[in-house]
């Protein structure tokens, strides 16, 4: 049964991460601006994140542990760049597939119709 919850699961996860970049893209395309689309990608996130963390006894008992973990050299410090990597993957998603889906258009003038739906 653990197994096929976790497979499941795994492939939930996967689609997600595939839709993540598709509709990252599109909002870039929306509003023309990656930039902007990759501010609401975090913000939600952040704010679905804070939400758990603060709630759920374990969120708060694993958030109250990271100073004194980094600290000590428990973990380092180079672990708390994850966000950073995770910014930059949210904002080329939101460049790339528009310039994907219409590649000799500027932000601007790239229209609904000739995006790859």
């Known amino acids: 049964m653990a197994l096929t919850v976790g ?11 595939a839709l993540q970049s598709r509709v990252n893209g599109e909002l ?6 990656p930039y902007g689309a990759a501010l609401v990608s975090f913000s939600s996130a952040f704010l679905i994140i804070l939400v758990v963390t603060i709630v759920t006894p374990a969120g708060r008992r694993g958030a109250s542990r990271i100073p ?8 380092p410090w180079w672990y708390l760049t994850a966000g ?3 910014g930059f993957m949210i904002v080329t998603q939101a ?3 528009v310039s994907w889906a219409c590649p000799s258009t500027s932000w601007g003038s790239c229209s609904a119709s000739r995006s790859v739906r």
């Open 7 to 17: 497979l499941v699961v795994s492939l939930l996860a996967g689609t997600a991460q």
């Open 28 to 33: 870039g395309h929306a509003v023309s601006d």
């Open 68 to 75: 004194a973990a980094v600290k000590s050299g428990e973990v």
């Open 84 to 86: 950073v990597l995770g």
């Open 95 to 97: 460049m790339t597939t």
